[in-house]
């Protein structure tokens, strides 16, 4: 079993910061990407950003510029750095991640629970 907890989500102003934080934990041998999704109301799910295990990283274009992604290899957690916050950017966000799991080297996708981003003006 991997199990993936968010954490950072909360209330901020227009133009605001928020890092989200994502720690994979369980049956981990290994895991080859990790990116962040969201969802807001009435929207699909939409890939905002994902790095992979060599570093490589891609963003949603309505995101490039103002978020960033990076990751702890040895504490597998991946992070969200989210500046000038436009309240488009309000949804849910969800953490995944492509795990190589032990024994038996299954790679499946964990889903965290989400956490939520709300932006005002």
């Known amino acids: 079993q991997v199990q993936l907890v968010e954490s950072g989500g909360g209330l901020v102003q227009v133009g605001g910061s928020l890092r989200l934080s994502c720690a994979a934990s369980?049956?981990?041998?290994?895991?080859?990407?990790m990116g962040w999704y969201r969802q807001a109301p009435g929207n699909q799910r939409e890939l905002v950003a994902r790095?992979?295990?060599?570093?490589?990283?891609n963003y949603a274009e309505s995101v490039k510029g103002r978020f960033t992604i990076s990751r702890d290899n040895a504490k597998n957690t991946v992070y969200l750095q989210m500046n000038n916050l436009e309240p488009e950017d309000a949804a849910v966000y969800l953490c995944n991640a492509a795990v190589v799991t032990r024994p038996n080297r299954y790679v499946l996708s964990a889903w965290g629970q989400g956490t939520r981003v709300t932006v005002t003006s």
């Open positions: 790095i992979i295990s060599g570093g490589s990283t």
């Open positions: 369980g049956s981990i041998f290994s895991i080859n990407a």
